[in-house]
């Protein structure tokens, strides 16, 4: 799950192994980068550097509620830097067999959506569709251990 994956886009623009040069923000652990397709006012996705196909592959373990919660801390940061004006942001993952793209990637909306009907793409259907970031750490939280 960790090594980058030769065929995969986000793969190639998290390990700088392509011609994109618009990251918004870069670490050990992340990339953020404006989608090619926007939905919204501002429209960001944010990778883990290391690859992870959909959110049916993190389970309730520290590292991959860690790993969420930075990824939504980096959306928020960048939302609030960029969009300061709007009034409401979305963040979320969409889930298997509805994601386009087989690298796990948050998105963060600044809305409105640009054209409205977009919204459509992110609403949720139970299991399918797409899940509140929120919503998906609860869903990972890991089980309390007692001694």
């Not at 309730?60 to 009034?87: C, F, I, W, Y």
């Not at 087989?102 to 600044?110: I, P, Q, V």
């Not at 509140?132 to 890991?142: C, G, Q």
Request: charged share 20%.
């Amino acid at each position: 799950m960790a090594g980058a994956s030769p065929s995969c886009v986000f793969c190639a623009i998290a390990t700088k192994s392509t011609s994109h040069n618009a990251l918004l923000h870069s670490d050990d652990k992340v990339v953020a980068f404006q989608d090619i397709n926007p939905s919204a006012f501002r429209h960001y996705l944010v990778v883990p550097v290391a690859h992870i196909p959909t959110v049916k592959d993190l389970q309730r373990k520290t590292d991959d509620h860690s790993l969420v919660n930075h990824m939504l801390e980096v959306g928020k940061t960048l939302l609030l830097r960029d969009a300061p004006q709007s009034q409401q942001y979305r963040f979320g993952f969409h889930q298997p067999p509805l994601n386009s793209v087989n690298h796990l990637h948050l998105h963060c909306l600044a809305l409105p959506y640009t054209p409205r009907w977009r919204s459509i793409k992110y609403l949720s259907f139970g299991p399918l569709g797409f899940i509140e970031a929120e919503k998906f750490l609860e869903k990972i939280k890991p089980l309390s251990t007692f001694q």
